[in-house]
C-alpha cells in the first residue's frame, strides 16, 4: 500500500506591526503526518519565512491552512518535502516490521 501524507500548520508566529501592515507572519510549526494504513509517524518543523514583496499582501484574518502549508513547502523547496516525507516513510516502515519486540512474559497470564 501506498503511504499518504497530511500536512498541518500547529502554530504562527508575527510581528504586530510592519511597515503599514499588521500581524505579518514570520514563522510557522508544520507536522507532516503519514500513515500506512495500518500505522501513523509524524515529522514536525518550524521555519521562518520573509514578506515577498512581490506578492499581494494576505491579512492575517483571511489566511487559510491550505495558502500557509503552500508558503511552507515552498519555503521548504521539493527536495526537503520529499526528504520529510522519507523520514516518515522509514517510521512507517519500522512500526510495520519492528527489528525489536517485546513480547508478554510467558510465565504472564493473558
Known amino acids: 500500500m501506498t503511504n499518504t501524507y497530511t500536512w498541518s500548520i500547529t502554530g504562527m508566529d508575527c510581528y ?6 499588521t500581524d505579518v507572519v514570520f514563522a510557522i510549526r508544520w507536522t507532516l503526518s503519514g500513515t500506512d494504513g495500518s500505522n501513523t509517524a509524524e515529522e514536525h518543523g518550524s521555519l521562518n ?3 515577498d514583496p512581490t ?3 494576505v491579512p492575517f484574518s483571511q489566511l487559510t491552512e491550505n495558502k500557509v502549508i503552500e508558503w511552507a513547502q515552498s519555503e521548504l523547496g521539493t527536495n526537503q518535502v520529499a526528504w520529510y516525507q522519507g523520514l516518515v516513510d522509514l517510521q512507517l516502515s519500522a512500526l510495520a516490521t519492528p527489528e525489536i519486540v517485546s513480547p508478554a512474559l510467558p510465565w504472564t497470564p493473558t
Do not use: D, G, I, K
Not at 16 to 21: D, K, M, R, T
Open 16 to 21: 504586530p506591526q510592519q511597515a503599514s501592515l
Open 55 to 57: 506578492q499581494p499582501f
Open 49 to 51: 519565512v520573509a514578506l
